[in-house]
């Protein structure tokens, strides 16, 4: 599989290749099957990826960026579920490695026996309210690649809610694409134990942390389905040669990878930044549309075919910009752009 990112180091590239044997040898198109989904979780929490690049402090594998971006690359291009649920598993340590009440929690994502769902309360999809000391309300959406996972809010700039499985009422949500999800669609009804205020969080790190992971899992999906246009080109017979011999192909690969290739520039590169951290991940969103959707008229009508795999990669970055609710984070930095804070903080008092 291709590379189109940074120079690597031995110890990365000896991680693209473990991961790319993985995925070899689970040749298999993921779908909500809760079991065959909590394997291989398990089985990448025992590769040490799960939650690769969290802090060694809080449990972690302490690696850096580059690397991280590599690990969500590579599950981008495979399962963008478990991606996504990865970048999540991420942000949610951050947040709640800080506090003791968690420390049981954050040692259960570590080991993969639970998940958390994170989502920003400034998003349209998300409508919560105190009453008195009860947090009720909706969710429109989460992806947690998990039957119960945790709900982390987050709030302000400074603080988060994370809410219990226990109060939580889900109900399956059909998508497009991004098998393995086990998206839902949650209820919540919470007091007492069930929701825990977490203060003095850093927030905004996590919403970067979400939105450079989202980047890496999108350009991902689109090398990917730049890399099965490729091959499919180069053996397919017209006119008595591959279709790589026609020039106007050959330009349609090169437009696929290098925009696959600049999706995964940004998720490395991009500093710490709300602005900059959310055009990574809505260009590389849009941008792996774009690549699997050229992707797909490459096969011409073969790539509308479930045998291919060229329809399933479109569906799938359609489905990952949904789930990582990249117009929900397009108002909240645009309010955080003009010195405004959350449209909803979720105090008791307001």
């Not at 947090?135 to 039957?147: C, W």
């Not at 098998?179 to 134990?193: F, I, K, Q």
């Not at 205020?197 to 999108?218: F, S």
């Not at 006119?239 to 290739?261: C, E, W, Y």
């Amino acid at each position: 599989m291709s590379w189109h990112g940074p120079a690597l180091d031995s110890d990365q590239r000896d991680l693209m290749a473990m991961l790319d044997a993985f995925t070899a040898d689970h040749d298999l198109v993921l779908t909500d099957e809760p079991e065959v989904v909590a394997r291989l979780t398990a089985e990448l929490v025992e590769l040490g990826v799960w939650t690769l690049g969290t802090a060694e402090e809080h449990g972690g594998g302490g690696a850096d960026r580059a690397t991280t971006v590599i690990a969500f690359e590579r599950l981008g291009r495979n399962w963008p579920a478990l991606g996504w649920a990865s970048v999540q598993a991420h942000a949610a340590v951050d947040v709640l490695a800080r506090d003791e009440r968690c420390a049981d929690l954050v040692g259960r994502v570590h080991a993969g026996t639970a998940a958390v769902a994170v989502v920003d309360a400034g998003s349209a999809h998300v409508r919560l309210a105190w009453s008195g000391a009860a947090l009720s309300g909706s969710v429109d959406r989460i992806d947690a690649a998990a039957e119960a996972p945790y709900l982390l809010v987050l709030a302000d700039e400074d603080r988060a809610l994370l809410i219990d499985p226990a109060a939580l009422t889900s109900r399956p949500l059909r998508r497009t694409g991004l098998g393995g999800a086990l998206t839902r669609s949650v209820r919540v009804e919470a007091s007492g134990a069930a929701v825990t205020e977490l203060t003095g969080v850093d927030v905004p790190a996590a919403r970067v942390r979400l939105r450079l992971g989202t980047a890496a899992v999108a350009a991902g999906t689109a090398a990917a389905a730049a890399d099965a246009a490729a091959a499919y080109s180069a053996g397919r017979q017209q006119f008595g040669d591959a279709l790589t011999a026609i020039p106007t192909v050959r330009q349609s690969l090169l437009a696929q990878a290098s925009g696959s290739a600049v999706a995964l520039a940004a998720a490395v590169a991009v500093a710490d930044d709300p602005v900059r951290s959310l055009a990574a991940a809505r260009e590389a969103c849009d941008g792996a549309i774009d690549v699997a959707a050229a992707a797909l008229q490459s096969h011409g009508g073969y790539g509308y075919l479930a045998e291919y795999p060229a329809e399933r990669y479109l569906r799938d970055a359609v489905s990952l910009r949904a789930a990582a609710d990249v117009q929900g984070a397009a108002v909240t930095t645009a309010r955080t752009l003009v010195g405004l804070g959350p449209a909803t903080s979720l105090r008791k008092d307001g």
